[in-house]
Nanobody, 116 residues
Framework: QVRLVESGGGLVQAGGSLRLSCAAS????????MGWYRQAPGKQRELVAT?????STNYGDSVKGRFAISRDKITVYLQMNSLQPEDTAVYYC????????????WGQGTQVTVSS
């Protein structure tokens, strides 16, 4: 059973920084991608950033230049700088892995609140 455990959310003032972490456990394929999505109240869940097992990254347009995703094996990090109130959301860790087909897993979510 794959499990994702997130940490690092909290309250920060506009312009501040936070670092999120997500540790995966269980049987993980060497073909995988980990990432972060977020969902603000009343809005759809949206892509923040993903990183493949080979290190390729992809960012949502709203966070490019401010956020940086990295990973160490099956732990993924999200460094968030220059945070703005519109970044306030629940941030979810995501893992996609491929065996005979693709499997997808989600963490429980961590709240990030940016005050103005």
């Amino acid at each position: 059973q794959v499990r994702l455990v997130e940490s690092g959310g909290g309250l920060v003032q506009a312009g501040g920084s936070l670092r999120l972490s997500c540790a995966a456990s269980g049987v993980i394929s060497s073909s995988n991608a980990m990432g972060w999505y977020r969902q603000a109240p009343g809005k759809q869940r949206e892509l923040v950033a993903t990183i493949s097992s080979g290190g390729s990254t992809n960012y949502g347009d709203s966070v490019k230049g401010r956020f940086a995703i990295s990973r160490d094996k099956i732990t993924v990090y999200l460094q968030m700088n220059s945070l703005q109130p519109e970044d306030t959301a629940v941030y979810y860790c995501n893992l996609k892995q491929t065996w005979s087909r693709e499997y997808e897993y989600w963490g429980q979510g961590t709240q990030v609140t940016v005050s103005s």
